[in-house]
């Protein structure tokens, strides 16, 4: 309380109450103030809170200012349940629900800050923070926020408060040599006005440098000296807002202030909506602290930093002035609202005329002007050029208005370009100039007519490549990303059911059949009365047999286990062969086989998806074609000039929007490309705001219903991934090894019945020796029985 801030706290908290009851003679409550002095220490701050708690039974708690302290006060969550209204300018470490933020969280104006070096087109910033608990932690909050905006903070430099003048020297003589020319200071006012002073002596505050202050400086700019405000001659800073009227004024004169006290006017306004808070409840008998903290979040008024409204139930949401450093003060350039979005004054944030910020003066005096989403074409015509090589109507082409009798561009990309930009709502004329088809031109001509700045943009089906991406600027993409595969369906021919084998196999399976009759017929014609019979007969039984084993219909009973070996082994075989074959023919009903090994490829010729196909699939490049036009596309696949074709998926659904569904189809996709994007010139704001509305026009469905206009759909997508090897037709080298298998059992079932064979006809031979032996030495029966 000792401290010129404690001091402005205790006196507006005073004025406060004063105030509030004069106003109000009316109420029935008074609230009486306790204070103690914490003499900035963290320990007693607690202590304080503590004393104030369990001996003086408070209800609630303003305070304290400083970031250190507040953070102690947040143990209190656990001693005692009641509000705690923070002048703190450091955002809540916990989410203790007591804590209200009653001072201007300085966070707030780290969006802001991005933004501006986003619509200023700088890059590699340079963070300057005061090297304590605070500088470091705000220094995380700042570098998100750049990143949020797609920006990079190349180096952060902490300085200490206690840095002296050859210590900070070094520090520039290191920003000089990394050459980055863009600074974001957010530091106390003393460091701030020691860093402008040597940034000047050293030649950084000259023109093509940016800086840009926080309000932990800005707020206290009419405190500083002379000196320190020439140093900072261009500087653009963020400040908390407190709209001017005649209370604020009044209280000002009252308090002798020449300038506004921030840390006083939000004192003021926190004990004045304590005081409301206590009066709502004055109806009850037992005033509880959650009842109390919910009738501080519910208070609204028109407080002395404008409208007080709790947001999220923790903090007041206000808006930042944008100020620029001039002369011998600063000048208001704008505010900084919600997201970082700007506009010239308050109240008037949906007029066009009002968005963006005032001229700025920068160091060295060159100026900028900071309209948003306002096209800084200097009232002259944009000249787009739009590439028109005739291939794909449904996609580009260009149109003549019979009223105005102006070119117009349509098809699908011109669709989406015209929606996209007469939302944006641009006071300017366009001339659409068509790029015309000659042997040798590309894409990649318009992208340099554009970068050499012949024309402002190029509209058409042009697809994003890195390359590309280093000298204009690109659009989000508008179409499909990647390339698809367009085959033509397969012939339903009659004789298709032929189709998922080779001849070779037909043959050969053929002749198994025969071989396995002929097997079985040998091994059970001697002993098995179903083999036998009259010779037509055994011929129609042994190739029934063999035949009915594809289906597995076989009912004659086999007698030796030669041949029901043979059978299980030729079962197994017949199962492969025919699952196989289903395999293969459902494939072929559904599309026509690539095989990509032996058949022509084509690739648009002006296009790049070539080079980014070639690259992936390691194709042959005596199979490629170039081919123009959907009619060439039909015509390629219908005379069998090529077996598929890669190209952009739009293209593809071009040619499928075209022809039947019955003739082609897109088979796979591959997310080898980045699709269509408009292309802009570097730097320019279309391509970001044509972007955001290409991200709109896809999310409310309009994007969809213009592809649907020009491209529906007429065929599936069969697979999502790129084939790296399409289904082959079966042959017999594929399946050797089980031919290999059943014949080795065939051969070995036939010779060893061929072995038991010879074998019994030496025993038949033997035995009729014998009896010829015996039939000698006995030729009559009575003979021998004497």
């Given at each position: 309380?000792?401290?010129?801030?404690?001091?402005?706290?205790?006196?507006?908290?005073?004025?406060?109450?004063?105030?509030?009851?004069?106003?109000?003679?009316?109420?029935?409550?008074?609230?009486?103030?306790?204070?103690?002095?914490?003499?900035?220490?963290?320990?007693?701050?607690?202590?304080?809170?503590?004393?104030?708690?369990?001996?003086?039974?408070?209800?609630?708690?303003?305070?304290?200012?400083?970031?250190?302290?507040?953070?102690?006060?947040?143990?209190?969550?656990?001693?005692?349940?009641?509000?705690?209204?923070?002048?703190?300018?450091?955002?809540?470490?916990?989410?203790?629900?007591?804590?209200?933020?009653?001072?201007?969280?300085?966070?707030?104006?780290?969006?802001?800050?991005?933004?501006?070096?986003?619509?200023?087109?700088?890059?590699?910033?340079?963070?300057?923070?005061?090297?304590?608990?605070?500088?470091?932690?705000?220094?995380?909050?700042?570098?998100?926020?750049?990143?949020?905006?797609?920006?990079?903070?190349?180096?952060?430099?902490?300085?200490?408060?206690?840095?002296?003048?050859?210590?900070?020297?070094?520090e520039?003589?290191?920003?000089?040599?990394?050459?980055?020319?863009?600074?974001?200071?957010?530091?106390?006012?003393s460091?701030s006005?020691?860093?402008?002073s040597?940034?000047?002596?050293?030649?950084?505050?000259?023109?093509?440098?940016?800086?840009?202050?926080?309000?932990?400086?800005?707020?206290?700019?009419?405190?500083m000296?002379?000196?320190?405000?020439?140093?900072?001659?261009?500087?653009?800073?963020?400040?908390?807002?407190?709209?001017?009227?005649?209370?604020?004024?009044?209280?000002?004169?009252?308090?002798?202030?020449?300038?506004?006290?921030?840390?006083?006017?939000?004192?003021?306004?926190?004990?004045?909506?304590?005081?409301?808070?206590?009066?709502?409840?004055?109806?009850?008998?037992?005033?509880?602290?959650?009842?109390?903290?919910?009738?501080?979040?519910r208070?609204?008024f028109?407080?002395?930093?404008?409208?007080?409204?709790?947001?999220?139930?923790?903090?007041?949401?206000?808006?930042?002035?944008?100020?620029?450093?001039?002369?011998?003060?600063?000048?208001?350039?704008?505010?900084?609202?919600v997201?970082?979005?700007?506009?010239?004054?308050?109240?008037?944030?949906?007029?066009?005329?009002?968005?963006?910020?005032?001229?700025?003066?920068?160091?060295?005096?060159?100026?900028?002007?900071?309209?948003?989403?306002?096209?800084?074409?200097?009232?002259?015509k944009?000249r787009?050029?739009?590439p028109?090589?005739?291939?794909?109507?449904?996609?580009?082409?260009?149109?003549v208005?019979?009223?105005?009798?102006?070119?117009?561009?349509?098809?699908?990309?011109g669709?989406?370009?015209?929606?996209?930009?007469?939302?944006?709502?641009?006071?300017?004329?366009?001339?659409?100039?068509?790029?015309?088809?000659?042997?040798?031109?590309?894409?990649?001509?318009?992208?340099?007519?554009?970068?050499?700045?012949?024309?402002?943009?190029?509209?058409?089906?042009?697809?994003?490549?890195?390359?590309?991406?280093?000298?204009?600027?690109?659009?989000?993409?508008?179409?499909?990303?990647?390339?698809?595969?367009?085959?033509?369906?397969?012939?339903?021919?009659?004789?298709?059911?032929l189709?998922?084998?080779?001849?070779?196999?037909?043959?050969?399976?053929?002749?198994?059949?025969?071989?396995?009759?002929?097997v079985?017929?040998?091994?059970?014609?001697?002993?098995?009365?179903?083999?036998?019979?009259?010779?037509?007969?055994?011929?129609?039984?042994?190739?029934?047999f063999?035949?009915?084993?594809?289906?597995?219909?076989?009912?004659?009973?086999?007698?030796s286990?030669?041949?029901?070996?043979?059978?299980?082994?030729?079962?197994?075989?017949?199962?492969?062969?025919?699952?196989?074959?289903?395999a293969?023919?459902?494939?072929?009903?559904?599309?026509?086989?690539?095989?990509?090994k032996?058949?022509?490829?084509?690739?648009?010729?002006?296009?790049?998806?070539?080079?980014?196909?070639?690259?992936?699939?390691?194709?042959?490049?005596?199979?490629?074609?170039?081919?123009?036009?959907?009619?060439?596309?039909?015509?390629?696949?219908?005379?069998?000039?090529?077996?598929?074709?890669?190209?952009?998926?739009?293209?593809?659904?071009?040619?499928?929007?075209l022809?039947?569904?019955?003739?082609?189809?897109?088979?796979?996709?591959?997310?080898?490309?980045?699709?269509?994007?408009?292309?802009?010139?570097?730097?320019?704001?279309?391509?970001?705001?044509?972007?955001?509305?290409?991200?709109?026009?896809?999310e409310?469905?309009?994007?969809?219903?213009?592809?649907?206009?020009?491209?529906?759909?007429?065929?599936?997508?069969?697979?999502?991934?790129?084939?790296?090897?399409?289904?082959?037709?079966?042959?017999?080298?594929?399946?050797?090894?089980?031919?290999?298998?059943?014949g080795?059992?065939?051969?070995?079932?036939?010779?060893?019945?061929?072995?038991?064979?010879?074998?019994?006809?030496?025993q038949?031979?033997?035995?009729m020796?014998?009896?010829?032996r015996?039939?000698?030495?006995?030729?009559?029966?009575?003979?021998?029985?004497?």
């Amino acid at each position: 309380m000792g401290s010129r801030v404690g001091k402005v706290i205790n006196r507006f908290v005073i004025k406060g109450i004063s105030d509030f009851y004069t106003a109000n003679p009316h109420c029935r409550t008074r609230i009486v103030v306790n204070t103690r002095d914490t003499k900035g220490k963290r320990l007693l701050a607690l202590s304080a809170a503590l004393d104030l708690v369990e001996n003086n039974k408070v209800r609630a708690i303003i305070g304290p200012h400083s970031t250190t302290e507040a953070r102690f006060l947040e143990i209190l969550e656990e001693k005692a349940n009641l509000p705690i209204l923070s002048l703190s300018t450091s955002p809540f470490t916990n989410q203790n629900p007591n804590f209200l933020q009653i001072a201007q969280d300085e966070t707030t104006q780290f969006k802001g800050i991005a933004a501006l070096v986003e619509s200023l087109y700088l890059n590699n910033i340079i963070l300057i923070c005061e090297d304590n608990a605070n500088g470091r932690e705000m220094a995380t909050y700042i570098i998100s926020s750049f990143r949020n905006h797609n920006k990079h903070v190349t180096y952060t430099s902490l300085i200490s408060t206690s840095v002296n003048h050859t210590q900070i020297l070094e520090e520039f003589h290191k920003f000089q040599y990394m050459q980055t020319k863009v600074f974001v200071v957010h530091g106390s006012p003393s460091i701030s006005s020691r860093l402008f002073s040597m940034a000047k002596d050293v030649g950084m505050m000259s023109e093509g440098y940016t800086w840009i202050v926080t309000s932990k400086t800005t707020n206290f700019l009419k405190f500083m000296d002379s000196k320190a405000i020439e140093s900072m001659q261009g500087a653009v800073g963020f400040k908390s807002y407190f709209p001017k009227s005649s209370k604020f004024h009044g209280l000002k004169h009252f308090m002798g202030l020449k300038e506004v006290d921030y840390d006083g006017m939000w004192a003021y306004d926190a004990v004045y909506a304590l005081a409301m808070a206590v009066e709502r409840l004055q109806t009850k008998k037992h005033v509880t602290k959650l009842a109390l903290l919910d009738h501080i979040l519910r208070t609204t008024f028109r407080g002395l930093g404008g409208e007080f409204k709790f947001v999220n139930e923790r903090t007041l949401l206000r808006p930042i002035e944008v100020k620029n450093v001039i002369g011998k003060g600063d000048k208001r350039v704008g505010f900084s609202i919600v997201n970082g979005e700007f506009v010239k004054k308050m109240g008037k944030t949906n007029s066009s005329t009002n968005n963006g910020l005032e001229h700025i003066v920068f160091p060295g005096g060159h100026t900028s002007i900071l309209n948003h989403r306002r096209l800084q074409v200097n009232g002259k015509k944009m000249r787009i050029l739009v590439p028109v090589f005739g291939g794909f109507k449904n996609i580009l082409q260009m149109v003549v208005d019979p009223k105005t009798n102006l070119s117009n561009v349509s098809g699908f990309c011109g669709d989406v370009f015209n929606v996209a930009f007469n939302v944006l709502n641009h006071k300017v004329d366009i001339e659409f100039v068509p790029y015309l088809f000659e042997e040798g031109r590309t894409f990649n001509d318009l992208i340099d007519k554009v970068y050499y700045k012949e024309f402002d943009a190029a509209v058409g089906d042009i697809t994003i490549t890195s390359n590309r991406s280093r000298y204009v600027d690109f659009t989000l993409p508008y179409s499909d990303m990647g390339v698809g595969t367009l085959v033509r369906n397969a012939d339903k021919s009659i004789w298709i059911f032929l189709s998922p084998l080779n001849a070779d196999l037909w043959f050969t399976s053929a002749g198994f059949f025969l071989f396995l009759g002929f097997v079985i017929w040998v091994i059970e014609h001697r002993t098995n009365e179903e083999f036998q019979g009259s010779t037509t007969q055994q011929i129609g039984t042994t190739l029934w047999f063999a035949f009915s084993t594809l289906v597995y219909a076989h009912r004659e009973k086999l007698e030796s286990n030669l041949s029901r070996f043979v059978v299980t082994v030729w079962v197994f075989v017949v199962l492969v062969l025919t699952s196989s074959y289903t395999a293969t023919l459902s494939s072929l009903l559904t599309v026509q086989q690539i095989a990509l090994k032996g058949g022509s490829v084509q690739f648009q010729g002006i296009s790049p998806v070539k080079a980014a196909v070639y690259n992936n699939v390691k194709l042959n490049e005596d199979v490629l074609v170039e081919l123009r036009s959907a009619d060439d596309y039909a015509k390629a696949l219908r005379n069998g000039r090529v077996g598929a074709i890669i190209d952009e998926i739009l293209y593809i659904k071009s040619v499928l929007a075209l022809y039947s569904r019955h003739e082609f189809s897109l088979v796979a996709t591959s997310s080898t490309t980045n699709g269509f994007g408009f292309v802009f010139q570097k730097g320019s704001t279309l391509a970001k705001d044509i972007s955001t509305q290409i991200a709109k026009l896809r999310e409310d469905g309009t994007l969809k219903a213009l592809e649907d206009k020009w491209l529906e759909r007429q065929s599936s997508i069969m697979s999502n991934d790129f084939p790296a090897v399409s289904p082959n037709i079966l042959n017999l080298y594929g399946l050797r090894g089980l031919f290999l298998i059943s014949g080795v059992s065939m051969a070995f079932a036939l010779l060893v019945s061929m072995v038991y064979l010879a074998r019994e006809k030496c025993q038949g031979r033997s035995k009729m020796e014998m009896l010829r032996r015996v039939s000698k030495i006995c030729p009559t029966p009575s003979t021998c029985t004497r």
